[in-house]
């Protein structure tokens, strides 16, 4: 993953196009209930700045499907820009109309300007090439530093790189550097948890990952599907019955690489998809009728952990168990404690796992948390992510 960043490209009084990913959390009332999005896209809006560029900075929010829809303006964005960079940001009412360009082409060095959401346009998800044309007219060098969305190629993530000299700004390389050194040159034993409901989302990451981990750990509700494809009850406990023979598959290759796949020995079960229901914890080869697998039990949590402190790198995607829940966030908020104290690189890999490290407050403690939950999945699969594949080699 040898990219150009904004370090490696002339940038002084030049007009850059911005692609970040301000597709930040609202209240009812358009109030920015979590900046952590667009405070993440401060180092590279700064470097731009120090540059004496004139920015034009562009992002998605939400899913307005090609309308222009008020509640999904960028507008509170704009905002809180401002606020944390302590100058004007001047909005556009449009992404590629009238207002837009006439405000693009009076943009002076450090002046910037914050385009309307591009996905008011549905030619931003089809990767249009007139619309990616249009949005790299306004600029001479494009940034992309939108990790979350570099899976897709839509236009303003991939199409204007072809129009435009294309590098990354410093999120982008820190993700690379981070998720890229953990897969291609990992510090050992190294070692991989991976929680989430359903094996089926899984599938290739674990696939993926059974040919570089040392130990893989499963946690969440894709662990009773591994429990039933070893013939036992896993009560009302989600399962996906289509992919038993899958998991079956999974847990001989790992025995064919030799690597450590570690399954829970206990589970913590409720009687109903509620934060109060009635609770116990049992072996997980007694699961009852008429009950369900909500939360790791003690003893996989003890297991977990002495094994975490072998560990070397650590890379972990997907809660647990029912973290929203206070009663099933026991373990994984035992093993987010566990690696903020263990000697290691710890690197979570976005999504609802980046959510329960932050809700216990311990992402100062982590190594890296990634921006991209489905970004940094397909990363760790191995696969071409089209975002940073249209980026110029160093």
Known sequence: MNKKTVKDIDLKGKKVLV?????????????????????????????LLENNCAIILCSHLGRPKGEFKPEFSLKPVAKELANLLGKEI????????????????????????????????????????????????MAEIYVSDAFGSTHRAHASTAGVAEFLPAVSGFLI?????????????????FVAILGGAKVSDKIGVIDSLLQKVDTLMIGGGMAY?????????????????????????????????????????????GKEYKPDTESKTVAWTEIPQGWEGFDIGEETIKQYIEELKKA?????????????????AVGTNSIAKALAEINATTIIGGGDSSAAVKKIGLEDKMTHISTGGGASLEFLEGKALPGIECLLNK
């Open 19 to 47: 692609r970040c990913d301000f597709n930040v959390p609202m209240d009812e009332n358009q109030k920015i209930t979590d900046n952590t999005r667009i405070v993440a896209a401060m180092p590279t809006i700064k470097y």
């Open 90 to 137: 001047i909005m556009a009412n449009d992404v590629i109309g009238e207002d837009a360009k006439a405000k693009a082409s009076k943009l002076e060095q450090g002046q910037i300007l914050l385009l309307e959401n591009v996905r008011f346009h549905k030619e931003e998800t089809d990767n249009d090439s007139a619309f990616a044309k249009e949005l790299a007219s």
């Open 173 to 189: 390389e820190k993700e690379l550097q981070f998720l890229g050194n953990a897969i291609s040159n990992p510090e050992r034993p």
């Open 225 to 269: 599907t591994f429990f039933k494809a070893q013939g036992y009850e896993v009560g009302d406990s989600i399962c996906e019955l289509d992919k038993l023979d899958l998991a079956r598959d999974l847990m001989k290759k790992a025995e064919e690489k030799g690597v450590k796949l570690m399954l829970p020995v206990d589970t913590k079960i």
């Open 312 to 328: 070397k790198t650590v890379v972990w995607n997907g809660p647990l168990g029912l973290f929203e829940f206070d009663q099933f």
